[in-house]
């Protein structure tokens, strides 16, 4: 038998396997550690495994060129790649390493099921994804959109970087931004709504004093205003169930297609509300992480003059 060169990095014979595995012996960021493992690969390449979800740390897909590898860690290369593609019309994931998962939810589709509403959502479509990897695994909700807003959402993969994360999301996540449509113009080009929230089950209600309710703060900023409508940016320092919907409706000004809150009107045949926006510290590196999407097309369209 051939002896090699000890370089810190071991690989692991492992007949007729499904992956190529790596035993990690030192601290390395992944795209170091790759580089040195399969000779002469260019950084291109190794993102482009990355892209394609071929790389796993430990059993879980790792998209994260600069993830920290630590003593014991365990890399696979997988050769099948179509065992680990995601392919869903309503999800695109973004992001995913072995403590979250960040995706693109479009319009229709719950985040999570409700004691009322039984139907598939994105926890559940996710679930079944990663128990592909694993059935032991599972993911967990941070936060939610309602169903007809689309937009960066983020999962954790586990319950202790779910607790994290609930438990310090102000400190974790520090922009947090959405994109509406609202009917008629706008009055101010910027401002703040502050009210305090009530969930009615049916529907929310808004009290400018303090009533029992959630306290909330909306900040807005308009971007355009044409054809009766106006494009607006919305950043959230609370994030209380509809509160862009029901502040918007406070001033008079409906998002389009909300017809639970005011509007009389859906020429876009859906909410005019997406979350375009997410940028947080990791739960568990700290490295900053940001998400933007552009805005809708549709969105766009509305308001051409």
Same mark, same amino acid.
């Given at each position: 038998m051939n002896k090699r060169k000890n370089t810190g990095y071991n690989r692991m014979p492992h007949?007729?396997?499904?992956?190529?595995?790596?035993?990690?012996?030192?601290?390395?960021?992944?795209?170091?550690?790759?580089?040195?493992?399969?000779?002469?690969?260019?950084?291109t390449r190794v993102k482009a495994l990355l892209t394609n979800r071929v790389v796993l740390v430990d059993n879980n897909i790792q998209t994260q060129y600069n993830f920290p590898l630590l003593r014991g860690m365990k890399v696979q290369i997988s050769k099948e790649k179509h065992k680990h593609e995601f392919r869903h019309p309503m999800l695109k994931i973004l992001y995913e390493d072995a403590y979250i998962i960040v995706v693109e939810k479009k319009e229709g589709l719950l985040s999570v099921a409700s004691e009322h509403q039984k139907e598939r959502t994105a926890q559940h479509i996710l679930t079944e994804y990663v128990k592909r990897q694993n059935r032991n695994n599972r993911v967990f909700v941070v936060h939610r959109l309602d169903r007809?807003?689309?937009?960066?959402?983020?999962?954790?993969?586990?319950?202790?970087?779910?607790?994290?994360?609930?438990?310090?999301?102000?400190?974790?996540?520090?922009?947090?931004?959405?994109?509406?449509?609202?009917?008629?113009?706008?009055?101010?080009?910027?401002?703040?709504?502050?009210?305090?929230?009530?969930?009615?089950?049916?529907?929310?209600?808004?009290s400018p004093y303090d009533d029992g309710g959630k306290y909330s703060v909306t900040h807005y900023r308009t971007i355009k205003r044409?054809?009766?409508? &106006?494009?607006?940016?919305?950043?959230?320092?609370?994030?209380?169930?509809?509160?862009?919907?029901?502040?918007?409706? &406070?001033?008079?000004?409906?998002?389009?297609?909300?017809?639970?809150?005011?509007?009389?009107?859906?020429p876009l045949r859906r909410l005019a509300l997406h979350a375009f926006k997410l940028c947080f510290y990791h739960p568990i590196t700290g490295e900053t992480m940001n998400f933007e999407l552009p805005y809708p097309m549709p969105f766009r369209s509305l308001m051409q003059r």
């Open positions: 007949a007729a396997s499904r992956y190529t595995i790596y035993n990690v012996t030192e601290p390395m960021e992944l795209m170091d550690f790759l580089m040195k493992k399969m000779a002469g690969i260019s950084r007809e807003t689309s937009g960066v959402m983020m999962f954790a993969k586990d319950e202790k970087t779910q607790h994290n994360l609930r438990d310090n999301w102000h400190d974790i996540v520090f922009d947090r931004r959405y994109v509406a449509l609202v009917m008629g113009d706008m009055e101010k080009d910027q401002g703040t709504v502050e009210s305090w929230l009530t969930d009615r089950k049916l529907y929310v209600s808004s044409a054809n009766g409508f &106006s494009m607006i940016e919305l950043q959230l320092e609370t994030g209380r169930k509809n509160q862009i919907r029901v502040h918007m409706q &406070s001033l008079g000004h409906p998002v389009v297609g909300d017809m639970r809150y005011g509007c009389e009107t859906d």
